[in-house]
């Protein structure tokens, strides 16, 4: 009688090298001449300098996951977008302090071995990479069959950039005078698909094969469109402020809204007055809304009802900032100013 292999305890360790064999060709596209190169290394290496040298250079890092935006992929068995969502809900945290992606790295967690999915799921993570321009330097797939059903998967991941301490942008410049400009999102993004979820599937008992007319797309197209990324904005914002200060603060509107998220980059003595006439939300939010009947209240603080970032800037560099959105190909609108007040966000 044979003793008990690893294989039998649910984990084949063919499949997985089968599956890592798909990955570094997804990789190396992202990489950058700052990647080292290492050969079966245990880790990625990254030169900060190199195109750029900085002088009192300070690290950014986020991390985040997919959210249940997940089990929108499970139903619709398409797998190579989500992981622009992941890159995307990193990414867009670090723009928030001004900073430059440089790497990024993945977590895939799994219930057995299935090498198709796994380069599914990468190839979505590369291609978040290389619209964030950002080198995809490592990663980790783990099978844990006594931690996740057979079908279920778990994606997580970090970024890392980089900023120059004097370039900082944290929100503490932030005055009255100040100009808010949005970036319209392209839809949900990553946020809020618990909601969304119970709303189109369990309470409108529409399939993701059902039509969203709107959109003359299906529901499940609808959902999983992949989360917008904001780095050639911020890149073309951080150009102006260079010589001088014109971006003060930057929001990423993700859950929470819009009014909990700006608030959180607002110093004491100051009030965020927004105009609710400025943007006109996606049509999938009022289809939400319809579909379930959720409170207006409760779709402004759950979902980013449009707007995907915010940048609060000085008011004679706003039409730069624009020209400046424009010119990275990307769109905007203003969404308000920043006035003496009581610290918060006014939604009107």
């Not at 900023?163 to 970036?183: F, P, Q, Y």
């Not at 993700?254 to 608030?263: M, R, V």
Request: charged residues 20%; proline residues 4%; glycine residues 12%.
């Amino acid at each position: 009688m044979s003793g008990l292999s690893y294989k039998d305890s649910g984990v084949d360790l063919d499949k997985y090298e089968q599956a890592m064999q798909k990955l570094p060709p997804l990789m190396k596209r992202t990489h950058s001449s700052r990647v080292m190169e290492l050969t079966g290394g245990f880790a990625g290496l990254f030169r900060l300098n190199g195109e750029t040298s900085y002088t009192d250079p300070v690290l950014v890092s986020g991390t985040d996951g997919v959210g249940t935006k997940i089990k929108v992929a499970m139903l619709t068995q398409t797998y190579n977008t989500i992981g622009i969502d992941l890159v995307a809900m990193c990414v867009n945290d670090c723009l928030c302090l001004g900073a430059e992606p440089l790497f990024f790295l993945d977590y895939l967690a799994m219930g057995q071995d299935n090498p198709p999915l796994i380069a599914d799921l990468v190839e979505g993570v590369s291609e978040g990479c290389l619209q964030a321009s950002a080198s995809l330097i490592a990663g980790e797939t783990a099978i844990m069959p006594d931690v996740y059903g057979k079908e279920d998967f778990d994606l997580a991941g970090f970024c890392v950039g980089v900023v120059e301490r004097e370039r900082l942008i944290d929100g503490s410049k932030i005055e009255a005078g100040d100009v808010l400009i949005g970036l319209p999102s392209n839809g949900f993004h990553s946020n809020g698909y618990s909601l969304v979820r119970k709303v189109v599937f369990d309470h409108a008992g529409l399939t993701v094969d059902s039509v969203f007319d709107e959109l003359g797309q299906t529901v499940g197209q609808a959902l999983l469109t992949p989360t917008k990324i904001y780095a050639a904005e911020t890149s073309a914002a951080m150009t102006l402020n260079q010589k001088s200060t014109a971006v003060t603060g930057i929001a990423h509107i993700t859950g929470g809204g819009l009014a909990e998220n700006l608030e959180r980059i607002l110093p004491a003595g100051v009030n965020a007055q927004i105009s609710r006439d400025s943007w006109t939300p996606p049509a999938c939010f009022d289809w939400v809304q319809q579909l379930g009947n959720v409170a207006p209240e409760e779709m402004d603080r759950v979902f980013n009802m449009g707007v995907g970032m915010v940048f609060a800037v000085r008011p004679d560099r706003a039409d730069q900032l624009q020209a400046a959105f424009t010119e990275a190909g990307g769109s905007s609108f203003r969404l308000g100013e920043i006035q003496a007040g009581e610290r918060g966000v006014t939604l009107s």
